[in-house]
């Protein structure tokens, strides 16, 4: 179930996964995209199943399910048919089956992809408590951006492979002073202009504004003649300014340099 190694080694939670597979995999809980429930079976007979599938005993399963259904909030809903449960309940349901070995590592791919705000909001509370008790590692795959700044460290992939990890804040320090807000009218004309100056390297819609990434050394040059060109050119600037990269500046940067 799991790739060949390209280069070097891998441990999971102490145990290689070359010559310790069974057990390395004994230190992972995992919830897929689409995680797969019995839905004629209850919450609780869900837990119990995937609990026996990973080799726990009922004196190991029957006290961990308990805290678990309390803590992902189910614990109302145990005899409920896992079909009868909303998307959200679903969800806390795959967490809770993830959960149910008390792995080392985490394992989550794209958990929110598809579900509203407020469940997204409520999944995150959940996970959060979960890496304040320090033994847990949480890796989650995202499209969102918003929960990836949530993370210690970040891995930005193209192709399959990782273009640059690293925490965040430095991630984001690599533009520090090359991205212009722009915000005004007609936005044709805004975009026009901005990528016509020969100091601005993209122009990138985010929203109802525009992000200008600029050349190295070239903000201030670039503040000081746009607007003016814009107004000259019977557009309207409403904002035009040097703003905190974010994750998405950084990500289209990288895949352009990847490309």
Not at 178 to 199: H, N, Q, Y
Not at 210 to 234: D, E, K, T
Request: proline share 6%; glycine share 10%.
């Amino acid at each position: 179930g799991a790739l060949t190694l390209d280069d070097g080694d891998v441990e999971i939670g102490g145990y290689d996964i070359r010559r310790q597979v069974e057990r390395a995999r004994e230190q992972i809980g995992y919830l897929a995209q689409r995680f797969s429930l019995y839905e004629e079976l209850t919450v609780q007979e869900n837990l119990r199943f995937f609990a026996e599938v990973r080799g726990l005993q009922p004196s190991q399963w029957a006290p961990r399910s308990q805290e678990i259904l309390a803590f992902v909030g189910l614990e109302p809903f145990r005899d409920r048919r896992a079909g009868q449960l909303s998307g959200g309940m679903k969800q806390k349901l795959g967490l809770a089956l993830a959960l149910i070995n008390e792995p080392r590592v985490l394992l989550l791919d794209e958990p929110t992809t598809g579900v509203d705000p407020v469940t997204r909001q409520d999944f995150w509370r959940l996970i959060l408590p979960l890496l304040r008790r320090g033994n847990l590692a949480v890796l989650v795959s995202t499209p969102y951006m918003d929960e990836a700044l949530r993370c210690t460290r970040i891995g930005f992939m193209r192709g399959g492979r990782i273009i640059s990890e690293g925490p965040p804040a430095d991630l984001r320090r690599r533009l520090d002073g090359r991205i212009l807000e722009l915000a005004g009218s007609p936005d044709k004309l805004l975009v026009e202009m901005a990528r016509r100056d020969p100091g601005v390297e993209t122009a990138e819609r985010f929203g109802n504004r525009f992000h200008l990434r600029v050349a190295p050394g070239q903000a201030q040059a670039v503040l000081a003649r746009l607007g003016p060109a814009i107004q000259a050119a019977g557009g309207t600037v409403e904002e035009l300014a040097i703003i905190d990269p974010q994750l998405e500046d950084v990500f289209i940067e990288l895949a352009e340099h990847q490309a």
